[in-house]
């Protein structure tokens, strides 16, 4: 998975007032969980630009003043209610040989031929809760659908690998066509015939599929 670097300083005072001086001075508060103890920092606002405002996931490699560094992932952000500017994050540290989980978004390649045909493509878990160490663990889960036809779907126990573990139920649908009132029925042995006239949703010999799958 790729990292990005966050460049701050250690907080030696972390109560209200300290705290709200660094929001003041355009730096965001946070803590690093997971070791021996919990290390209180700072860093400029603009450090966390491409680490929270983005869809894709990123671990984190903290670099303080004096020299510490320590490998990372975002467990919890705190935005203002009214600005939506970052007030606090929580950080998690990670260790080669310790699996953590992490929320890994999902991406479709390809066209589904069901939805050429008219079929609803419904894709309702663009996030897997995946876990595994460090090293394994993936920028993003990727899911054919070139093959996909009305009324097929894509369950978690075929997105499952050795290097990590997807915590969800193996029959989630993840993915799948659903069939529109409007849907063309192709059958397959029918495909790439010339010269036949295609049964549609108006007026076709074969009538319009209704209902979803």
Not at 10 to 35: D, F, M, Q
Not at 43 to 63: C, G, K, Q, W
Request: with cysteine.
């Amino acid at each position: 998975m790729k990292s990005i670097t966050i460049k701050g300083s250690k907080r030696e005072i972390v109560g209200k007032v300290a705290t709200k001086a660094l929001r003041n001075a355009g730096k965001v508060p946070c803590v690093l969980y997971g070791g021996e103890k919990p290390v209180h920092f700072s860093a400029d606002e603009l450090e966390f630009r491409h680490l929270v405002y983005t869809p894709n996931v990123y671990t984190a490699s903290i670099e303080l003043e004096g020299g510490e560094k320590f490998n990372a992932i975002v467990q919890d952000i705190q935005f203002h209610p009214v600005t939506d500017k970052i007030i606090h994050i929580d950080f998690y540290q990670l260790f080669d040989d310790k699996a953590v989980s992490l929320n890994i978004p999902v991406k479709l390649e390809g066209s589904a031929p069901g939805v050429i045909n008219g079929g609803v493509l419904r894709f309702p878990n663009r996030r897997l809760r995946v876990k595994a160490i460090p090293a394994n663990l993936p920028d993003f889960i990727n899911i054919d659908i070139s093959k996909l036809k009305i009324g097929d779907k894509v369950f978690v126990e075929s997105l499952m690998s050795e290097e990590f573990e997807i915590l969800h139920p193996e029959d989630m649908v993840v993915v799948q066509v659903r069939t529109a009132r409007a849907a063309i029925v192709v059958d397959e042995e029918e495909e790439g015939e010339e010269g036949e006239e295609g049964a549609t949703a108006e007026g076709g010999d074969a009538p319009a599929a209704e209902g979803e799958a």
